[in-house]
């Protein structure tokens, strides 16, 4: 068997993807898995990082408004479709599975154009463009959130990677913070912003810093690949430990008791899956799906919402300083978040893709 998978430009739609790759090799080793992709995306480093094939088509971002870049879509579109058609016809595909994201609607419009059966996957609780598309061709529509807006779909969960979903995030703790130089015995605070770091919660977490440490908290900080810090908390005990990127996020997981983060789709379906709390921060921008995946975590009491305007160095020392000193209300905001986890997405998504496919 022969699955392509299109899922590229963030790792929102990547690591879906390389997630299902993982659970259909799992079940079967010698099944024939290629992911479409651009050459501006992050699946240049993560797909063939992961051992899978990786083909190139052309990225065709589509407007969001009428304006004459959008006269140019149709011909760099009909490139891209050909260029996806052709991967179609080398690899023999028997399945299309998309997640998203520019290269996921000329996969779609050329598997259409093949005959070749699709599978949708959407994360979010507001479907992108071109999953809304994708859902337009097919009856095989699944997606992450219970609420989303694609007709007869089925909710599965997101599917995440196994060495996340399968952790035991509290007895590898003493480990995982001795990787990073951390302290066995502080708690401590998980501060990141996605894939690509996000600035407001940089600033905040930094200039709360001081008081975090006089208070006994240690802190590793993801400030993103691209984003810099012009002055780091000195060296000292508790450690604030500041990396641009980190390869093992099941590790900074096992290492936090709480965690200051956006609140992506994946970001809160693997904190769910572990079982950390963390107060959400949700992108300003955009359509709103940020603040959309974590209320449902927040209303079961597995974590607080801050709007990015009124997130500050005061609001941490004010609202997450206290939970940070009471293990035992940690203990009640991991177990309602461990609550609200999927772990077995990966799994039943594979199952589905395997059953289309053979059919």
Known sequence: MRVVLAGGGTAGHIE????????????????????LGTERGLETRLVPARGYELALVPAVPLPRAITP?????????????????????????????????????????????????????EANPRPGLANRLGARLTDH???????????????????????????????????????????????????FGGS?????????ALEASPILRAAGIQVLHVIGPKNTVEMEPPPGDPQYVILPYVDRMDLAYAAADLVLCRSGAMTCAELTAVGLPAAYVPLPHGNGEQRLNAQPI??????????????????IVRMLLPILQDPERVAM??????????KDADVILARK?????SR
């Open 16 to 35: 879906p993807a390389l997630a299902l790759a993982d659970a259909l090799r799992q079940q079967d080793p010698a099944i024939g898995i290629t992911c």
């Open 69 to 121: 870049q959008l006269l140019t879509v149709p011909g760099r579109l009909a490139g891209a479709i050909n260029a996806a058609a052709g991967v179609l016809d080398r690899v023999q595909a028997d399945v299309l599975v998309g997640f998203g994201g520019y290269v996921a609607t000329p996969g779609y419009l050329a598997a259409r154009r093949r005959g070749v059966p699709i599978v949708v996957h």
């Open 141 to 191: 529509v699944f997606t992450g959130h219970p609420d989303t807006a694609l007709p007869g779909a089925q909710c599965v969960g997101i599917p995440l990677r196994r060495e996340v979903v399968m952790m035991d995030r509290f007895s590898l703790g003493d480990k995982a913070r001795s990787y990073f130089g951390l302290e066995s015995d502080r708690t401590t605070l998980l501060v």
């Open 196 to 204: 690509q770091g996000a600035r407001s919660v940089n600033r905040a």
């Open 298 to 315: 927040v209303q079961a009491g597995g974590g607080l919402m801050v709007d990015d305007a009124d997130l500050s160095a005061e609001w």
């Open 333 to 342: 905001m991991s177990e309602a978040a461990s609550r609200m986890g999927r």
């Open 353 to 357: 893709v395997l059953e289309i496919a």
